[in-house]
């Protein structure tokens, strides 16, 4: 696997080693050795989660407080642009955010630590997501900033106005958010 760095320290592309012919591909997706040397630290990840959208659907940004979330995530199907914020109060990137392009095809997955928030928006007709957390989840806990904040001015490569719920269409702005210190 090759581990690359983003604008944010601490959020790494993860690109996995794929060998292929002409039957297919293969790969090993996860590994809990190899991914603990890349990132610097002991991970444990508690819950895997997967979740299927249409074109266009935007979800997010999404965190939780005293429970925070670090997630490893990626794209089985489909292909989406997805989104972490830095929201660490005391970062030096804080308010920042990184973006990259997840696809089946590209195979790339995004670890993005505790203390960001997260959303994604679908690029083609559907997708599948999958995503590693190392927190359960935690409804009393879960935050929402508005994906559209002026403030953050996220370049969304959007084909007019996405899909949200109800929940993030009443998100928080950036600026009346919760952060970690």
Known sequence: MKV?????????????RVFGDNRG?????????RF????GREVIFVQDNHSRSVQNVLRGLHY??????GKLVRVVQGEV????????????????????????????????PEG??????????HAEFLYKTTEYYAPECERCIRWDDPKLNIKW????EPQVSDKDRMAASFISAEYFS
């Open 4 to 16: 690359a760095p983003t604008a944010i320290p601490g959020v790494c592309l993860i690109e996995p």
């Open 36 to 39: 603990n040397e890349a990132i």
């Open 116 to 125: 960001f928030a997260h959303g994604f928006v679908t690029l083609s007709e």
């Open 81 to 112: 642009f997805d989104v972490a914020v830095d929201i660490r109060k005391s970062s030096p990137t804080f308010g920042q955010w990184v973006a990259e392009i997840l696809s089946a095809e590209n195979k790339k997955q995004i670890w993005i």
């Open 64 to 69: 939780q407080v005293e429970r925070p979330q």
């Open 25 to 33: 591909f293969f790969f090993e997706s996860f590994n809990q050795r």
């Open 157 to 160: 490569p959007l084909v007019g």
